[in-house]
């Protein structure tokens, strides 16, 4: 395509006048001279590509008006690919690909790829897939889409949903779902999805799913809540611990279990609770399996019914006890078997 210099100028008549050239007086009277440059300015065209400052582009065509996309404060080798009223400022080598009043700013080698109303700001490395209202502001995280998301978790990842906020150690990871915050200063923290989570303590935590469920453990680490409505894992204590499910179970000890039901409590070192309704395990290497209202509150006792409280360490409470299949001869049976001796149980000495 020819190029005509500003220099250049053009003779124009009024469309009432015959175009060809008689060499009258008249006719000519009514010629205007005009350049190329005011031909430019007339038209209001801009140039694609158009570039400005040093190596920076914004593509294909910058709007006209208030809603332009802008390259501003000694950014350098930085892109704008379409949009309206996005700006790059102060930044080396980043990229927004479209969409409109997204932002970067002081963060190098960021990219902001669609979406609207998004802010990336002193975060190098720092990534925005599209979605909506999202801010970032550490380096190396991701917001992959969603809405209204916050990002200040160094190498964190946000995968999409609503309104999630990673406010604390490096690695943390929110997957999907509606309003998840994960706020301790503790590292690589994840929660998978479903509503409403909270890891506010300890590193290396994961909640799967469900709503309303919480690791707030201080200092604690590993500790895991796959599922269920409103359980918590917390206090410095509760490390390698894990609720598996169920609802308004809380589990404050190290290395313990729910492993579901309701309103249960583990808050003995290693103990473990199976299930049922009201139970707790409060005493070292405890355990529930299961049924109401039962305490096992001595070291290493164990409970099977309901309504039970135990009294004596290293035992076994039950309501009831029917054993089935009893030997009928001591033969072969190691100290401490119990055996049938013709309707009389005896014990292995």
Known sequence: MAIIPNSCRFHVV?????????????FQSKRKIFT???????VAVTVSPYTIGESNSILPVIPTGVNVNTITGGSCCSVI?????NCI???????IGGG????????????VAGGSSH???????????GGSAHTLTQSFATIAGGRCHIQDSSCGFIGGGLNHCEDGGAFATIAGGCEHEI???????????????????????????GSGNRICATAGSYNALVSGLSNDIESSSAEYSIIGGGALNDLTSYASVIAGGLFNDATGCQSVVGGGNGNTASATNSGILGGNGNTASCTTSFIVGNGITTDRVCSTFVNNLSIKNIPTSAAGLPSGSVWNNSGVLNIVT
């Open 14 to 26: 009024s469309s009432t006048v015959d175009t060809v050239d008689r060499g009258s007086a008249e």
């Open 36 to 42: 190329m440059a005011d031909i430019a300015e007339t």
């Open 81 to 85: 690919s379409g949009g309206d009223s």
């Open 89 to 95: 400022n102060g930044t080396y080598r980043a990229t």
């Open 100 to 111: 409109g009043v997204n932002v970067i700013s002081l963060s190098n080698n960021a990219t």
């Open 119 to 129: 802010c990336i700001s002193t975060a190098p490395s720092g990534t925005i897939g």
């Open 183 to 209: 706020t301790s200063s503790g590292k690589a923290n994840t929660i998978a999805g479903g509503l409403v989570h909270r890891i506010c303590g300890g590193e290396y935590g994961f909640i799967g799913g």
